[in-house]
Nanobody
């Protein structure tokens, strides 16, 4: 049982910046990694970035490398996504995800999503 709440979405002009945050609650001790996915209109959900709870591994989708930065704060049970140099193609609903390990099982939990719209 992990609950995730995203915040920080909104409307921004191309080239601008936005910071998304995700707060986790519940069985946070079981979280192995957290990250962000997004789904644009007419597109399938795609990976954006992930970070392990230890901070030892960070991964980014190629199109956001150098522009987005993911970070986590275990003490606060939060993960953030700093998005710079935003492009219209970044427009999507962004979902926070937590991957847990419990009783030798892996399970993903998802937030409700937050809308990011980048205008040209």
């Amino acid at each position: 049982q992990v609950q995730l709440v995203e915040s920080g979405g909104g409307l921004v002009q191309a080239g601008g910046s936005l910071r998304l945050s995700c707060a986790a609650s519940g069985r946070t001790f079981s979280i192995y990694a957290m990250g962000w996915f997004r789904q644009a209109p007419g597109k399938e959900r795609e990976f954006v970035a992930t970070i392990t709870s230890s901070g030892g591994r960070i991964d980014y989708e190629d199109s956001v490398k150098g522009r987005f930065t993911i970070s986590g704060d275990n003490a606060k049970n939060t993960v953030s996504l700093q998005m710079n140099s935003l492009k219209p193609e970044d427009t999507a609903i962004y979902y926070c995800v937590a991957r847990t390990t419990w009783a030798s099982q892996r399970r993903d939990y998802w937030g409700q999503g937050t809308q990011v719209t980048v205008s040209s």
